[in-house]
């Protein structure tokens, strides 16, 4: 009986070192896949913005206000005017 409880407790001892093997694997292998998870829910979630802004870009295609430029000339012509 002796034996025999020898021979299982070593076949339980290296399933227990299979089991830890598997498991630092496995561990490893749920954390690539949540990576990859997020990764490509990330870049879904940016080609969706990228998508959108391309579709909104023609409100901000129009023309541009210069009003700055007006109120620069009229400096420079008010001032060259007082000299």
Same mark, same amino acid.
């Given at each position: /009986?002796?034996?025999?409880? @020898? $021979?299982?407790?070593?076949? &339980?001892?290296?399933?227990?070192? &299979? &089991?830890?093997?598997?498991? &630092? #694997?496995? #561990?490893?292998?749920? =954390?690539?896949? +949540?990576?990859?998870?997020? !990764? $490509?829910? @990330? /870049?879904? =979630?940016?080609? =969706?913005? +990228? !998508?959108?802004?391309?579709? %909104?870009?023609? /409100?901000?295609?129009?023309?541009? $206000?210069? #009003? %700055? ?5 009229? =400096?420079?012509? %008010?001032? $060259? %005017?007082?000299?």
């Amino acid at each position: /009986m002796s034996s025999g409880s @020898l $021979s299982l407790s070593s076949t &339980a001892d290296e399933l227990a070192l &299979a &089991a830890a093997d598997v498991n &630092a #694997i496995s #561990i490893q292998d749920r =954390k690539d896949q +949540a990576l990859l998870v997020v !990764k $490509s829910e @990330l /870049m879904a =979630k940016l080609d =969706k913005e +990228a !998508k959108s802004l391309d579709d %909104n870009s023609w /409100m901000f295609d129009g023309p541009r $206000s210069r #009003i %700055n430029l007006i109120s620069r000339s009229c =400096k420079l012509f %008010n001032s $060259s %005017n007082i000299v």
